[in-house]
């Protein structure tokens, strides 16, 4: 059993990756682009996004459970499986994670002609033609099947046994994004809207980031713990 602390570390280092690599192949995307007319596309960016957590649960799912999203974590509040204490340290450090992540992405990102439309890329935003009530129900979505998931492969024991959890949930996190992305960003996590937007100063629809993920965590947790977690009752 580790101490909350060392839990608290690794939650910092994995919501960390997800946001540098994730709002990475954006900025690389972007640059891609403006260079040589290429880039690494919806699939490159869903992917880095998908394997970033895919790593980092499996490298340290052991240790904290490997929320790195404070959607999950509060479905494992709601469903008593974290404490009120352990999800307000948990959520804190995702979020610092968040932030240092962008901000480390801000301060190394070459100063160059591309540089402001691609760091205002990385913080997760509406499509022209998508309502804040379209986002929020669209996010809450995507991030059900992702809290979902989570709950079916590292919570249930008799689900396909958390030693390839990260391997599904960075999957769906890529099959969300492929559709998500173009439309919201496909956060699915508050730490994930919240770190670029402190970096990059922009906030716009920030709510529909937190309501929508926050919402389909809960969603997703309760229901699969009522239906299908019975007998397994939180330690």
Request: net charge neutral; glycine share 12%; with cysteine.
């Amino acid at each position: 059993m580790y101490s909350l602390p060392k839990k608290l570390v690794a939650e910092f280092i994995g919501t960390f990756t997800l946001i540098f690599a994730g709002g990475g192949s954006i900025i690389a995307d972007r640059y891609l682009h403006a260079t040589s007319g290429g880039g690494v596309g919806l699939l490159g960016i869903a992917a880095a996004h998908g394997l970033a957590i895919a790593i980092m649960v499996t490298a340290l799912g052991h240790i904290s459970g490997g929320h790195f999203n404070p959607a999950i974590t509060i479905g494992f509040w709601v469903t008593k499986r974290l404490s009120t204490l352990q999800s307000l340290a948990y959520w804190s450090s995702q979020l610092l994670g968040g932030y240092a992540a962008a901000a480390l992405l801000v301060f190394i990102v070459p100063d160059s002609s591309w540089r402001a439309d691609a760091l205002g890329s990385i913080t997760p935003d509406l499509a022209a033609d998508i309502t804040r009530w379209h986002g929020m129900v669209l996010e809450c979505v995507l991030t059900f099947f992702l809290v979902f998931v989570v709950f079916a492969t590292a919570v249930d024991v008799k689900g396909a046994f958390n030693k390839i959890a990260g391997f599904a949930i960075g999957l769906t996190i890529t099959m969300d994004a492929l559709f998500g992305g173009p439309l919201t960003g496909a956060s699915m996590n508050p730490a994930r809207s919240f770190g670029p937007a402190l970096a990059t100063h922009h906030w716009s629809n920030h709510g529909v980031y937190w309501v929508g993920p926050l919402f389909g965590g809960v969603l997703a947790a309760v229901i699969y713990d009522r239906v299908f977690l019975r007998d397994q009752p939180p330690a």
